[in-house]
């Protein structure tokens, strides 16, 4: 069995200890990786991601280990 977090639904998110909260329907989880520019060939490294709006209009990416936390709605 698992813990089933429907990404629809996340609120907010702990990260570094601080709670951030989320634009509803912005959180999603996806590959990520670092690049320089357009450069499809100068692949640097990357894994598991998420990324994410705040209501404030901020746009976060990370690496899915840092979120300590996630709250969801109903």
């Not at 894994?47 to 990416?61: A, M, N, P, S, V």
Request: charge should be negative; aromatic fraction near 14%; proline fraction near 3%.
């Amino acid at each position: 069995m698992s813990l089933a977090i429907d990404v629809n639904k996340v609120t907010a998110v702990l990260i570094s200890g601080e709670r951030m909260f989320v634009k509803p329907g912005s959180f999603d989880l996806d590959a990520y990786e670092f690049r320089y520019g357009d450069r499809h060939d100068d692949f640097i490294g990357g894994g598991l991601g998420y990324h994410f709006r705040t209501e404030e209009g901020g746009l976060y990416y990370g690496p899915i280990e840092a979120i300590q936390m996630v709250e969801v709605s109903g």
